[in-house]
Each structure stands twice: as C-alpha cells, then as structure tokens.
C-alpha cells in the first residue's frame, strides 16, 4: 500500500520562530490533507491541498503532487500551535503520515 | 467548516461489557463515514469504512464481529465494541466524507477515549 511519511518527527520551537513540515507520499494520490490534533485528541481541518498552494493566516502549504510531497508552513509560531500535525492522503480512504508533534515554548 | 458530532467523549466500562460509540454529521449528509483508532503516541489506523445501508469493509487485522458498526442513516453511523477487553482500551475516532462530489473532504469527531477495567 502506499506509504507516507512526515519529518520531522519531533519539533522544539521558540515562540515567535518560522518551521516547515513536510509530508512524502509513495504514490499518486486523490487528494491531501493536513491536520493539527490538539492536546485534547480532536482533529482540527488544515488544508485540503491535493495540488498547488494555500495560505491561512500564519499557516501555508504547498503540494507538489508530481513529485509526491507537501509542506506545511508555520510562521511567527504561537504556544497554541504546539500538537501534532498530520497530513494524510487519500487514495479512496485516507491513510495518515506518522506526524509531527511541535511543542511551542514561551 | 462542517461538524461532527461524536459521543460519548469519555467511557470507562468493565471487562466484558459492550460499549456504543455514536458519530452523526450535523450540517451535512455522509452516505460515507470512518472509523479510526489511534493509541497514545501513534497515528490514526483505519478500522473500517462505513457505508449508509450496506455492510461496513474492514481493514486487514480488525474482527468485524467485535466492532461492529452500523450506518443506518446518512448522518448516524455507530461503532460497538462487543465484550470489551482492557486491550481494547483506545482512542475511537470517526470522520464522514460530504456527499457532495465536490467536497471530497473527511471531517473528524473530536473522538471517544475507552477505558476497560
């Protein structure tokens, strides 16, 4: 099946700092997600970006679907930003990256 | 965005005991909704796709006949987990897809933490 991965797997960030996240994917998909999870366990939407770029607010990602990958942008980084991310594809069904867990401190 | 609604948030049962998990969509109809499991520390593992009147597709690995779901509507589907063990003990997580062929977006509950005894 297809595989997807997320680097880093970890993030430290001093608040106020830029970061970017990114996500491989093994084969051609339909389309992409990104998601934060907050502490809580809930699933905050991102970006549905199966192709080019999107910008909210601080946040920005880019998929390049040609060559399997998507970034996530985080700039000016606040404490509550700090969860994991996780982008996720889908081929039909989504099937999620590992993540990356970013702690944001003060 | 569009919600969904996932209940409980929180069970705390005995071994041995069935527990129902509830996921409706509240603005929107899910002729399609998912069933994901997540433990601490991990990513999210499909269990099974759910389908509105039709029999839910599991994934590899998942016995249907302890998490049994059930789509009865286009906006409810439940998930029992039948005779509970502790090592069942998890993060439930639902999501539903828009029926519209436009929207080809999941949206997530805010998922239900089991723990048994």
């Known amino acids: 099946g297809i595989q997807v991965e997320q680097s880093p797997p970890d993030l430290i960030l001093q608040e106020g700092a830029n970061s970017t996240l990114r996500c491989n994917f093994s084969d051609s998909v339909n389309n992409l997600q990104w998601f934060h999870q907050n502490p809580w366990g809930q699933l905050i939407n991102l970006f549905y970006i199966p192709s080019g770029t999107k910008q909210n607010g601080r946040l920005s990602a880019t998929t390049v679907a040609t060559e399997r990958y998507s970034l996530l942008y985080i700039s000016s980084s606040q404490t509550t930003d700090s969860g994991v991310y996780f982008c996720?594809?889908?081929?039909?069904?989504?099937?999620f990256g590992q993540g990356t867990t970013l702690q944001v401190k003060p | 965005g569009a919600v969904v609604s996932q209940h409980p948030s929180r069970v705390i049962c005995k071994s041995g005991t069935s527990v129902k998990i509830e996921c409706r969509s509240l603005?929107?109809?899910?002729?399609?909704m998912f069933w994901y499991r997540q433990f601490p520390k991990q990513s999210l593992m499909l269990m099974a796709t759910s389908n509105e009147g039709s029999k839910a597709t599991y994934e590899q690995g998942v016995e249907k006949d302890k998490f049994l779901i059930n789509h009865a509507s286009l906006t409810l589907s439940t998930l029992t987990v039948t005779s509970a063990h502790p090592e069942d003990s998890s993060f439930y997580i639902c999501?539903?897809?828009?029926?519209?062929?436009?929207?080809?977006?999941?949206?997530f509950g805010a998922g239900t933490r089991l723990s048994v005894l």
């Open positions: 999501s539903a897809r828009d029926t519209q062929p436009t929207k080809n977006i999941q949206y």
């Open positions: 603005d929107f109809q899910a002729t399609t």
């Open positions: 996720a594809v889908n081929t039909g069904k989504l099937i």
